[in-house]
């Protein structure tokens, strides 16, 4: 069984920073792609900001140059630190990882999510 735990959600004003952390636990081979997705009341869940293996990330326009992805493969995290917040970023945040379990086999999981509100 694999588990995505999400951690570092709060309320934070407009121009503030958040950091969230995501730990994969369980039953894992290794961890290829993981990324950071939100969801606003009323909205489609959205990519925040995905990365490789090998650490190469993207990002969604809304947040280039104010979110930065990172991983540490060791400790199977994954990390988003969020600066500059707008209102706008206000959503639940979900971990999302593609794991393989046992070669050849990969899934995808995804955490419980971690709201985030930025006041205004």
């Known amino acids: 069984q694999v588990q995505l735990v999400e951690s570092g959600g709060g309320l934070v004003q407009a121009g503030g920073s958040l950091r969230l952390s995501c730990v994969v636990s369980g039953s894992i081979f290794s961890i290829n792609a993981m990324g950071w997705y939100r969801q606003a009341p009323g909205k489609e869940r959205e990519l925040v900001a995905g990365i490789t293996r090998g650490g190469t990330t993207n990002y969604a326009d809304s947040v280039k140059g104010r979110f930065t992805s990172s991983r540490d493969n060791a400790k199977n995290t994954l990390y988003l630190q969020m600066n500059s917040l707008k209102p706008e970023d206000t959503a639940v945040y979900y971990c999302?990882?593609?794991?393989?379990?046992?070669?050849?086999?990969?899934?995808?999981?995804w955490g419980q999510g971690t709201q985030v509100t930025v006041s205004s």
């Open positions: 999302n990882a593609e794991v393989v379990v046992v070669i050849p086999l990969v899934s995808n999981y």
